[in-house]
């Protein structure tokens, strides 16, 4: 599967950005959805899920200032930032869990990263 970002950029202290993630070129069903992010020095972590049936869940640093959705037509999932801080800096990738009857869900599916900026 290939997973495709776009939306990220360069914005004040208190703006917002919303992030695509488009997944295509597997015949398989995507289950849960969801955006992790990598800041320079850091870990990568978690930021939102949005599974197979329309539950999410959000990391608490983003909690009331996040939204994740879905558009299950196009295999899309999307995030909405609102309120952002300079501690939101980081690449954001998008993570898919693909599923194949008779076998673990795989989640090892990462788009590039898009690269989002919060100016102070």
């Known amino acids: 599967v290939q997973l495709v970002e776009s939306g990220g950029g360069l914005v004040q202290t208190g703006g917002s950005l919303t992030l695509s993630c488009a997944a295509s070129?597997?015949?398989?069903?995507?289950?849960?959805m969801g955006w992790y992010r990598q800041a320079p020095g850091s870990q990568r972590e978690f930021v939102a899920v949005?599974?197979?049936?329309?539950?999410?869940n959000y990391a608490d640093s983003v909690k009331g200032r996040f939204t994740i959705s879905r558009d299950y037509a196009k295999d899309t999932v999307y995030l909405q930032m609102r309120d952002l801080k300079p501690e939101d800096t980081a690449v954001y990738y998008c993570?898919?869990?693909?599923?194949?009857?008779?076998?673990?869900?795989?989640?090892?599916?990462w788009g590039q990263g898009t690269q989002v900026t919060v100016s102070s």
């Open positions: 949005s599974s197979s049936g329309g539950a999410t």
């Open positions: 070129g597997t015949t398989f069903r995507i289950g849960s």
């Open positions: 993570n898919a869990g693909v599923i194949v009857t008779g076998r673990p869900v795989n989640y090892d599916n």
